[in-house]
């Protein structure tokens, strides 16, 4: 018979106490792991929402003239940039230190043609990249997917009189006019957008670029760090992150955690009273076998030894299975809560802290009790009956 | 009757007791009133003896045995183990002490309900590093010589009152301490189980335990030799 002999046939006999202890820490560390888990998966569902959204870094040619143009006026008629990239050199983008957080790279082809005696811009892009980026465009018709079809602005449609499925004439080349933009309120609404390699030549400008939009996933890297890096690859381009579309996405983002980890303290803190007033109560109620115990010679750090195993014990079988219930739940209810969002799978590190929290917990709970009842004078003790 | 208080070791320096009492008070806090459990009490036990302790309930007789056992700390006075004054040690000191010099049988029996029969006898020996097979044999003899050989691995609340308190005795002699306490060991049997129990007691007085029985019931103290009887927290030998 040794000390842990005690507590091992204490848990063992008493399973009705002891599972009741046990569910007390399960409901709490399950609670915590639950909310945990979801809201990290809600915050990488916004921050990947928000990644998607639109390009946030711009490549340009690099350009002594000052921009004539404030929200949408242009003074002094439009400035036609002469200089370009070559379009075999974009994909260099890809080859920066950071290439893993840049998503879309969505290069395009910028020019002025005269369609029925008046002037119009025209943007060669690729399709399929540029309706991914753009993906907040609405438009009537189909998808143009072919080099003859073309997305015309609202205004464009208007001014020209063309609806889905007319035929135009640029430069001598017959389009379709596969869709129509719904109005965005910006220069969109006044361009022609086609395919990218249809266009250069008709602006007479094959295998190059006019500038670059670029998607970049920025969360775990400052995005200056990577404007500086496509910098270094194109040094006759000015490449320009979009701050405030980052910084107003880092915010959403905060504000999400922030009011996440709210929740989860007021959890942990709902979850530790639960536990402790289990734990207390439990070890309260045996203030008589604490009297015994010391009766027989017991010393303090004896009655000590045989409570905290216990407690231990608790813990761990209580902490494993809250945080492997906690998980389940998590992965259960992802999909009620989340459209698109999947469970992250285990979270080894919430595990570890539950579990040590749950030990934690349980020993903190139990210390004091059993301080209590082991320096009470063991006939008190033995009188608590 | 007289009172007694003729026993002490100023007044007989030359005769050593296993145990002395010298001018033993206690009082207890109830609200604003302090109670005297124990006004003043003198006596002394002489290794052997078979002592009883006898009074009404309240008369602060179990007050009294848990002071000898070293569980309460007395207001007043010395209790003397082997001229050790024990009050004068750290409680941890005083449970060693306890371990080593002590067994008490407890009102109620008091085993832990959740350790087998055997497990409670063993109880006492959890501390002392004695080793498993050793415990085991020792608890077994023990076992068998308070006749409950054949119920070790039951559980406490599977026995009937007289063989819990058989446990309960066997638990308190195991270590083999030169003191034993009984505080009302036959209050919750029936005649004939308590008459089978105190028999039990004689003999291993006989065998040289010395026993400190506390009772309410003069019957019972027919059976020892001596019995200082305690009324209104003082005490008087007979």
Known sequence: MKLHNISFNNLKRRKGKMIFLVLGLFIGIATIVTLMSITESMTHDIEDRLDQYGANIVMVPRSDNLNLSYGGITMGGVNYQTVEFAEERIPEIRAIEYSKNLGLVAPKVLGAATVKDKDVLLMGVDFETELQLKNWWHFDGTTPTAPNELLLGSQTAATFNLTVGDTLNISGENFTVASILKPTGTSEDGIIIGDLHAFQKILDKEGKISMVEIQAFCRDCPISELVLQIGEKFPEAKVTGLRQAMMSKMQTVEMFKTFSYGIAVLVIFIGSLLVFVTMMGSVNERTREIGIFRAIGFRRGHVMQIILLEAMVVGLVGGLLGYLGGSGIAWAALPLVLKSGAFAGLNYSLGGVSLLLAVALSLIASLYPAQKASRLDPSEALRAL | ?238
């Open chain 2, 1 to 238: 009757m007289k009172e007694h208080t003729m026993h002490n070791s100023a007044v007989e320096p030359n005769v050593q007791h296993l145990i002395e009492i010298q001018n033993i008070g206690k009082d207890y806090q109830s609200g604003e009133t302090t109670v005297e459990a124990i006004k003043q009490m003198d006596f002394f036990i002489d290794d052997g003896e078979f002592v009883s302790i006898m009074g009404q309930s309240g008369s602060g007789k179990s007050t009294m045995l848990s002071i000898l056992g070293g569980l309460n700390h007395p207001t007043r006075g010395r209790v003397l183990l082997d001229s050790l004054d024990i009050y004068k040690l750290t409680s941890e000191q005083r449970a060693d002490l306890r371990s080593e010099y002590i067994g008490v049988i407890f009102q109620s029996f008091q085993l832990i309900p959740y350790l087998t029969v055997l497990e409670n006898v063993k109880l006492p020996m959890a501390i002392t590093g004695k080793k498993a097979k050793e415990q085991d044999k020792m608890a077994r003899d023990v076992l068998a010589r308070v006749g409950l050989k054949n119920k070790a691995d039951r559980l406490p609340d599977q026995l009937s009152g007289g063989e819990q308190e058989r446990v309960a005795i066997a638990r308190a002699i195991v270590n083999k301490p030169p003191i034993l306490l009984a505080d009302e060991p036959t209050g919750n049997l029936d005649s004939k189980t308590a008459a089978e129990i105190m028999e039990l007691l004689k003999e291993l007085n006989r065998e040289g335990q010395t026993i400190i029985m506390v009772t309410h019931n003069p019957e019972a103290c027919k059976h020892t030799k001596r019995t200082i009887e305690v009324k209104d927290g003082s005490c008087y030998v007979n």
